[in-house]
């Protein structure tokens, strides 16, 4: 698949969509996580620790290591209007390549 059609996919999702690779870099956000998080140190190429507080960085540590260990999708925080999710992205092979950050509204 080519990677703009990808991308175009993964725009139209009204969902905030945020992929970090096994190091915590940020590599892709999708168009809803780009208007979400202008001006704020989430960008393309930084560290996901830049945006977050200590304990959520210990959090998404903690997360990560379990997707790393063969968890497929953690829900890391829910309340009344929302939940956040992190869920492993893997090669063909089952190489943990990172993980993407998911945030959805809550559904009624």
């Not at 703009?4 to 969902?15: C, P, R, Y």
């Not at 970090?20 to 989430?42: E, Q, S």
């Not at 089952?94 to 509204?105: C, I, M, Q, T």
Request: contains cysteine.
């Amino acid at each position: 698949m080519d990677a703009t059609l990808l991308a175009q996919i993964l725009d139209s999702v009204d969902d905030h969509i945020v992929f970090c690779d096994a190091d915590h870099v940020i590599r892709y956000m999708n168009a809803p996580a780009r208007a979400r998080y202008a001006g704020k140190p989430a960008e393309v190429g930084r560290s996901i620790f830049d945006c977050h507080t200590d304990e959520s960085n210990a959090m998404i540590v903690e997360v990560s290591e379990r997707l790393r260990a063969g968890e497929d999708e953690v829900c890391i925080s829910e309340s009344e209007t929302s939940r956040a999710y992190m869920r492993a992205v893997r090669s063909a092979d089952g190489a943990y390549l990172g993980y993407w950050e998911r945030h959805e509204p809550a559904r009624r």
